[in-house]
């Protein structure tokens, strides 16, 4: 090779070699220095569905929510909920909401949770001699349940602290329950 070929090749490989090790550095740098965004390992999603059809009577009710966990103790989240009642000629209703649930786990087995929970009520009521009567309403429940816990789900009873027998959507204050996230 000749002298100024060498020259050439060195100039090339050493401009090589500095560009290749400050990416290299830049890359460590950044990596490193980026802070670790694990949030989506903490976050559970879940929630209910339920139909039930039988002569004349249709319910469908879709409940999907999402929880983050703190720690192994402690998790939050919140919740939408949609649900369509109708009994042919006599009565129809929706009902949607949200909520937003707080869980304490003390030992792996035992969840205890506090749950807020805020739905729109339309009802329509038919009646051949009376005509049609509409009661629309919110709905306001504050709940503290308990349940037995393995793995991802949870089965427990709940009891609603603001229950109002004569304005309320559920018909009894207390509420058994089946939780999963996944």
């Known amino acids: 090779m000749e ?38 390992k903490h976050v559970q999603f879940g929630g209910g569905f339920g139909v039930s059809v039988g002569s004349g009577f249709t319910d469908v009710t879709v409940a999907p929510s999402a929880i983050y966990n703190l720690n192994h103790y402690v998790s939050i989240g919140a919740g939408l909920q949609g649900s369509i009642v109708s009994q042919k000629d006599f009565y129809s209703s929706a009902i949607y909401g949200l909520n937003v649930i707080t869980l304490f786990n003390p030992v792996e087995e035992l969840q205890i949770s506090l749950e807020v929970e805020q739905v729109r009520v ?35 009873m709940r009891y609603n602290l603001l229950f109002n027998k004569d304005k309320n959507v559920y018909s009894d204050a207390l509420m058994p329950f089946i939780r999963v996230y996944f």
């Open 3 to 40: 002298k100024n070929s060498v020259k050439i090749l060195t100039k090339t490989l050493t401009i090589l070699f500095f560009i290749g090790t400050s990416i290299g550095i830049y890359g460590q740098t950044a990596a490193s220095a980026a802070p670790k965004n694990d949030f989506w």
């Open 122 to 156: 339309n009802n329509t009521f038919r009646n051949p001699t009376k005509g049609t009567l509409k009661d629309n309403f919110w709905n306001t429940g504050l709940f503290i349940g308990g349940g037995y816990r393995t793995d991802n789900v949870t089965v427990g």
